[in-house]
């Protein structure tokens, strides 16, 4: 079941691109968070919508926001990819145990052994405050959630 607005986001630790840990809860108290999670690295729908991220960064990750994406691709993918594409915002490998950021938020479907396409936004304090969750392949609206990020 996917979490809904107002419950705690779960806490997940996974490898950035680099190989280095972020943990989710090190934002509590000092950042918002965008939480966008992929199928796949390197298809057309996941490269575009990260892609327009990283051409509009600003309005998604600055000092009161951090972007973190996340598939369940193996860290070495999410290097390459992140590397191809010219990603400044960290790229998370749910790989090992496979999916299960994705699983704990309830977005995992176990039959393709991917995320589906959902974006968490979580407040300073943890809270869920805005969430939608697409199909594989139907891209999301940046300005739905550049919409909700100005609301925090």
Same mark, same amino acid.
């Given at each position: 079941m996917t979490l809904t607005i107002g419950q705690a986001a779960?806490?997940? +630790?996974?490898?950035?691109?680099?190989? +280095?840990?972020?943990?989710?809860?090190? =934002?509590?108290? +000092?950042?918002?968070?965008?939480?966008?999670?992929?199928? =796949?690295? =390197? @298809?057309? @729908?996941? @490269?575009? +919508?990260?892609?327009?991220i990283r051409d509009d960064l600003a309005a998604f990750q600055n000092d009161n926001v951090q972007v973190l994406a996340i598939s369940c691709d193996s860290p070495f993918t999410q290097k390459i990819f992140a590397e191809q594409e010219g990603y400044k915002f960290p790229v998370l490998a749910d790989f090992w145990p496979h999916g299960a950021a994705a699983q704990a938020f309830g977005i995992f479907n176990a039959d393709l052994g991917c995320a589906l396409r959902g974006t968490f936004i979580i407040d300073k304090e943890g809270i869920i405050r805005w969430t939608v969750v697409n199909g594989l392949g139907d891209a999301r609206n940046n300005g739905d959630y550049k919409s909700a990020i100005a609301a925090l």
């Open positions: 779960p806490d997940f +630790e996974l490898k950035n691109q680099y190989g +280095e840990l972020v943990k989710l809860s090190s =934002f509590k108290g +000092e950042k918002n968070v965008v939480v966008l999670f992929i199928p =796949f690295a =390197f @298809t057309g @729908t996941c @490269t575009g +919508e990260l892609c327009a």
